[in-house]
C-alpha cells in the first residue's frame, strides 16, 4: 500500500520567532539564535529567551540596526538583561525628523567661590566648579515652546560598591551627565521616535567611546562587545534552514502461517 507524506512538497515553515524589518535601508533578520550567537555582550549563556526577544522586538520597532552598533543586549552576571541604544543612534534619528530644529546641551555648576548655580554651555568646567548636574533643550518647528530637560549628577554618576565614582565617571563627568540629559531630552522632544530607548548611561553602564570594544559596567569591568559588522551569510542560511522532513517508509507486508486466515 502506498503511503502519501503530507509534508512532501510543503515549504519549510520559518522560525517563528523570527524578525524581518529594514533599517536605514538595510535588511535586519534577527532570530534567537543569532542575537545570542552574535550580538549578546557579556554572558550569553545566562540571557534568557524572552530577554533575547525583548530586544529583537525593540530593535524592529524602533528601525535599529545592531549590526552597526546601534543597540546593545548586555547580560552582566544575575542582573537583568539591559537593553540600550547609543547615543549616535538618537542622533541620527532626530536629525532625521523633519520637525527636529537643534538642541542646546551642557553642564550645571556649583561655584564655589561665590556660591552661585551656573548652567555652562558644553562639558567646560574650570578648577573651582563642582558639576551638580546636566541640562538640555531640543527645539522642534512644529512646536512653541522647547522641550528642557535638567538631571542630578548624583542620580546618575556611576559608582563602585565603596561609593567613589568609577574610572569614565571620575574622569569624563561632564561629558557623561551632558550626555544623559541630551538623551532624555530628546526622548521628550519626540516620544514617537525614542520612546523606550535608552543610553548606557542611564543603565548603570557607559557606552565604547572611539572604537573601543568594551562597555563598562558601573564596577569598572570591561564587559566585551559581542558585535560584528556583518553577520556570517553561510551561519545565517543554517540557523533559519529547517531540517528535513523524515518519511517513514510503511511496514512490510507479512503473509499469515499455513491453516490461518487472514483478516484483512
Same mark, same amino acid.
Given at each position: 500500500?502506498?503511503?502519501?507524506?503530507?509534508? @512532501?512538497?510543503?515549504?519549510?515553515?520559518?522560525?517563528?520567532?523570527?524578525?524581518?524589518?529594514?533599517?536605514?535601508?538595510?535588511?535586519?533578520?534577527?532570530t534567537p539564535e543569532i542575537v545570542r550567537e552574535y550580538l549578546v555582550s *557579556?554572558?550569553?549563556?545566562?540571557?534568557?529567551? @524572552?530577554?533575547?526577544? #525583548?530586544? #529583537?522586538? &525593540?530593535? !524592529?520597532?524602533?528601525?535599529?540596526?545592531?549590526?552597526?552598533?546601534?543597540?546593545?543586549?548586555?547580560?552582566?552576571g544575575n542582573e537583568p538583561a539591559s537593553m540600550i541604544v547609543g547615543k549616535e543612534a538618537f542622533m541620527k534619528r532626530a536629525e532625521a525628523n523633519e520637525n527636529y530644529d537643534g538642541y542646546e546641551a551642557g553642564i550645571i555648576v556649583h561655584d564655589k567661590e561665590c556660591g552661585e548655580i551656573v548652567r555652562r554651555p558644553g562639558s567646560?568646567? &574650570?578648577? %573651582?566648579?563642582?558639576?551638580? $548636574? $546636566?541640562?538640555? +533643550?531640543?527645539?522642534? !518647528?512644529?512646536?512653541?515652546?522647547p522641550y528642557s530637560?535638567?538631571?542630578?549628577?548624583?542620580?546618575?554618576? $556611576?559608582? !563602585?560598591?565603596? *561609593?567613589?565614582?568609577?574610572?569614565?565617571?571620575?574622569?569624563?563627568?561632564?561629558?557623561?551627565?551632558?550626555?544623559?540629559?541630551?538623551?532624555q531630552a530628546l526622548r521628550e522632544a519626540f516620544p514617537s521616535a525614542f520612546g523606550g530607548m535608552y543610553s548606557a548611561e542611564e543603565n548603570g553602564y557607559t557606552e565604547a567611546e572611539g572604537g573601543a570594544a568594551y562597555i563598562m559596567a558601573n564596577d569598572d569591568t570591561a564587559i566585551p562587545i559581542e558585535q560584528h559588522e556583518e553577520m556570517p551569510r553561510v =551561519?545565517? %542560511?543554517?540557523? @533559519?534552514?529547517? /531540517? %528535513?522532513?523524515?518519511? +517513514?517508509? /510503511?511496514?512490510?507486508?507479512?503473509?499469515?502461517? =499455513? $491453516? @490461518?486466515?487472514?483478516f484483512f
Amino acid at each position: 500500500m502506498a503511503v502519501k507524506n503530507s509534508l @512532501q512538497g510543503k515549504a519549510a515553515p520559518k522560525n517563528k520567532m523570527q524578525v524581518q524589518y529594514s533599517a536605514g535601508g538595510v535588511d535586519i533578520v534577527l532570530t534567537p539564535e543569532i542575537v545570542r550567537e552574535y550580538l549578546v555582550s *557579556g554572558d550569553k549563556e545566562r540571557v534568557s529567551t @524572552q530577554e533575547i526577544v #525583548m530586544f #529583537m522586538n &525593540l530593535c !524592529k520597532a524602533s528601525g535599529l540596526n545592531p549590526w552597526a552598533k546601534e543597540a546593545y543586549c548586555i547580560k552582566y552576571g544575575n542582573e537583568p538583561a539591559s537593553m540600550i541604544v547609543g547615543k549616535e543612534a538618537f542622533m541620527k534619528r532626530a536629525e532625521a525628523n523633519e520637525n527636529y530644529d537643534g538642541y542646546e546641551a551642557g553642564i550645571i555648576v556649583h561655584d564655589k567661590e561665590c556660591g552661585e548655580i551656573v548652567r555652562r554651555p558644553g562639558s567646560f568646567r &574650570l578648577p %573651582e566648579e563642582e558639576i551638580v $548636574g $546636566g541640562y538640555a +533643550t531640543v527645539w522642534r !518647528k512644529d512646536r512653541r515652546h522647547p522641550y528642557s530637560i535638567e538631571v542630578s549628577f548624583e542620580e546618575y554618576a $556611576g559608582r !563602585k560598591k565603596d *561609593g567613589s565614582l568609577n574610572r569614565q565617571w571620575a574622569s569624563k563627568p561632564a561629558t557623561m551627565i551632558r550626555k544623559v540629559a541630551l538623551v532624555q531630552a530628546l526622548r521628550e522632544a519626540f516620544p514617537s521616535a525614542f520612546g523606550g530607548m535608552y543610553s548606557a548611561e542611564e543603565n548603570g553602564y557607559t557606552e565604547a567611546e572611539g572604537g573601543a570594544a568594551y562597555i563598562m559596567a558601573n564596577d569598572d569591568t570591561a564587559i566585551p562587545i559581542e558585535q560584528h559588522e556583518e553577520m556570517p551569510r553561510v =551561519d545565517a %542560511e543554517q540557523m @533559519q534552514r529547517q /531540517p %528535513e522532513p523524515v518519511v +517513514t517508509p /510503511p511496514p512490510a507486508t507479512q503473509e499469515a502461517p =499455513d $491453516g @490461518q486466515q487472514a483478516f484483512f
